[in-house]
């Protein structure tokens, strides 16, 4: 088996008791996020076992947890990541996604544009800081790590 088949993802669930609220919007994301990184992905575990890879994100209190196992299920580890370094661009990207959802039921082409363009910035700044806490434990692309940040938005919804 290659790297590229080795080094990838080919199953991902979320753990659904960690998700308060859904609205169509944020399902809609999700399931857009979800089939991207299955079509295409990069991701290896630094120092573990090798892929491909089935991965269960979920919350435990304050902390993202990414159950990672081989495909076939016979090892598997946690990554833990505490949320904290993540939290203000997480909360940045809420309200930024919730000004678009209510731009494109009414705004002007230009002002949704503008409010993508903010939005598309604060999405590329997460998967940067996601790929950098995640760096020591997980080598990811950044489609990927976009795509994760997503899912840890999803997951990291409250009430």
Known sequence: MSGRERDRIVDIALDEKSIVRWSPEIEHERNVAIFDLLERNSFRLVNGFEGPYRLFLSLRD????LRVSEAEGERSCEVAL???????IIRDYFMICDSYFQAIRGATPSRIEAID????????????SLTEVLRERVA???DTARRLFTLVCVLHLRG
């Not at 304050?62 to 947890?65: G, V």
């Not at 505490?82 to 203000?88: A, C, D, S, T, V």
């Not at 363009?117 to 940067?128: F, K, Q, V």
């Open 62 to 65: 304050a902390t993202l947890i």
């Open 82 to 88: 505490p949320i904290r370094p993540l939290r203000r």
């Open 117 to 128: 363009m903010a939005r598309r910035g604060l999405h590329d700044e997460g998967a940067e």
């Open 140 to 142: 990811m692309d950044n």
